[in-house]
């Protein structure tokens, strides 16, 4: 931070300035708190609406207020208790920020420790809201930012205002004596606090209304019961799951489900409003809309995504329990003719992706409209209201997700977003596995050390681990369970591990008997290769 302090505060013998100017300085702390407001509400357009501090300050208060304030509130107020709410946390707001202010000029760096406080306190709140991702804390942080910067801009030129209606004080404190005179200061100070005033609510209300048209998605999203399953999935076996601690999960939540996407700003799609047209090359044109497809019979899929773009040993993987329905039956109505080889889906902000659309009629291919992720409605940064899931097709040709439309179409004649990128026109999930345990870097004790992790090659599935410690022969290690081809697979292999540094790698056959190669591959323009392999420390 780059801000010059000039501090307003005189030894005692020099005497304050003989104009009070607290009022002003009041105003400059309650104009740094709307510059906090602001950029805390725009940033959280690009963050979420879940990190919208205000909000969740408010939510936060009403969860710790004691029943009997709550009850006290509801009495006086009625339905009316939580615009009562804010107004009491705008005076609240409004004191505590003018009184920071007026310290900020008599005590430097108070009244910015105040915001400081103030801004933690945020991020507290922020944070401990139901749902909430670490990412959501950045609004309050900025915001905070703001605001410490804002608060000694303004009082700078306060101070050159004062010091320039009180001669000879000016000259005493200040080496360069304000040069244009009162007038030209006090016009300086009046138009910072009038411009950071004026571009934080503009700013700040535009953003409000955006994330509140996102906060109305999220709660048409909590009011959706999905319909039961017409074909449910087996439950996950207990033995996919391996009793090794800090290996991957073999069902990843939504929260820690990887998102990959070209949206600045989630989508916000009213279900009431979504619809889904099929056209192109097709025999009979459909429009499905979102109640319709949720009366089709829906089927339940346990499915494992991923990534083009990660690396060998990335984290941009992640399997899920979908619910939608098959997307053959919705082509089969719509006939598509002969010569067409690709869909081409289209998202409500416009990213495309282009399918064969051979796997996507496939009898044994369970591609889905999906409308549902781990018995919960999408999650909106998942693709609320419906996404496609594809297995065996990496995300950025298949997974489309805020979808709209479905072209049927040739790939002579269109390409999806990633394709005129760099990317392959086809993208399969390749053969990969992946050691999560022991970490790389680490150090463990000499016996034995469980080396575990995943493998996958969805839709092909998963044969044979195996393990290699240094240069030593490479070993079987022991698969667990696997629902099916479509799912990634967990291994284990116990290792008697003896003191020094050792390298671990690993390397999976298909279901196929394809055998993971060796040689390294970045993920452009198809999908990394190479064996994972971690450094370990054994004590
Ligand atoms: N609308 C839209 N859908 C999209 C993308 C996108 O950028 N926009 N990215 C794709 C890519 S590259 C991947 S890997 C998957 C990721 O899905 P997830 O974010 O639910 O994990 O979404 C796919 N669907
Ligand atoms: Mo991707």
């Known amino acids: 931070m780059s801000v010059r302090l000039e501090t307003p505060v005189e030894p005692a013998s020099a005497g304050m300035p003989p104009r009070a100017s607290s009022g002003w300085a009041a105003l400059a702390g309650v104009v740094s708190f709307v510059a906090w407001a602001g950029a805390a509400e725009a940033a959280a357009v690009v963050t979420g609406p879940g990190g919208s501090p205000l909000l969740a300050v408010g939510s936060a208060v009403i969860d710790l207020a004691p029943a009997a304030a709550k009850d006290t509130m509801v009495g006086l107020f009625g339905t009316g208790d ?20 007026v310290a900020e000029q008599h005590r430097p760096p ?9 801004g933690a306190l945020a991020v507290a709140a922020v944070l401990t809201r139901a749902g909430s991702g670490s990412l959501d804390a950045a609004p309050a942080v900025i915001g905070t930012v703001v605001a410490v910067v804002v608060l000694p801009g303004l009082l700078r030129r306060l101070w050159r205002w004062r010091l320039s209606t009180t001669p000879g004080w000016a000259a005493a404190t200040e080496p360069t004596p304000p040069l244009g005179g009162a007038p030209v200061e006090r016009r300086s100070f009046l138009t ?4 950071t005033s004026a571009v934080a609510v503009v700013v700040g209300a535009g953003a409000r209304v955006i994330n509140a048209g996102r906060a109305d998605v999220a709660a048409l999203r909590d009011g959706i019961a999905l319909p039961e399953a017409a074909v449910t999935a087996e439950p996950v076996p207990a033995g996919a799951s391996l009793d090794v601690p800090g290996i991957t999960p073999y069902v990843t939540s939504n929260e820690d489900f990887y998102r990959i996407d070209t949206a600045l700003r989630v989508p916000s799609i009213d279900p009431a409003e979504w619809s889904l047209r099929i056209h192109g090359l097709v025999e009979n044109e459909i429009v499905v809309s979102f109640d319709e497809l949720l009366a089709l019979p829906l089927e339940e899929h346990l499915a494992t995504l991923s990534c083009v773009s990660n690396e060998v040993g990335g984290d941009l993987i992640g399997t899920a329990l979908w619910l939608g329905h098959p997307i053959r039956t919705l082509l089969a109505r719509a006939v598509p003719t002969a010569g067409a080889d690709m869909v081409l889906s289209t998202s409500e902000d416009g990213f495309t992706a282009g399918t064969p659309l051979d796997v996507l009629t496939d009898e044994g291919t369970d591609a889905l409209l999906a409308v549902g992720m781990n ?16 297995p065996g097709l990496f995300g950025y040709v ?12 040739r790939f002579a004649d269109a390409e999806g977003y990633w394709t005129p990128r760099g990317w392959d026109a086809l993208g399969p999930v390749k053969l990969e596995s992946r050691v999560d345990v022991p970490a790389s870097g680490t150090s463990v004790d000499a016996g034995t050390v469980p080396i575990a992790g995943v493998a996958w ?46 390298t671990v790698r690993v390397r999976a056959t298909g279901a196929d008997g394809e055998v993971q190669r060796e040689a390294r591959m970045a993920p452009a323009p198809n999908g990394a290769e190479g064996w994972d392999e971690h450094q370990v420390t054994v004590r």
């Not at 107004?87 to 505590?96: D, E, G, K």
């Not at 910072?192 to 411009?195: E, K, N, Q, S, Y």
């Not at 018995?375 to 594809?390: A, S």
């Open 82 to 101: 939580k615009v009562a709410l804010g107004v009491l946390m705008a005076v609240v707001l409004v004191i505590v920020t003018g009184l920071a202010g």
């Open 110 to 118: 108070l009244g910015r420790v105040v915001f400081g406080v103030g």
């Open 192 to 195: 910072a606090i009038g411009l």
């Open 375 to 390: 018995g919960q409605p999408l999650p909106q940064e998942h693709g609320f209201p419906v996404r496609m899931v594809v």
């Open 398 to 409: 298949s997974a489309t997700k805020w979808v709209v439309d479905l072209e049927v179409t």
């Open 457 to 502: 090659h969805p839709h092909t599935g998963v044969a044979r681990v195996e393990v290699q410690i240094d240069e030593e022969p490479w070993v079987d290690a022991q698969l667990a369970d696997s629902v099916s081809a479509d799912t990634w697979v967990q291994w284990v292999h116990r290792w008697e591990a003896t003191s020094g540094r050792h």
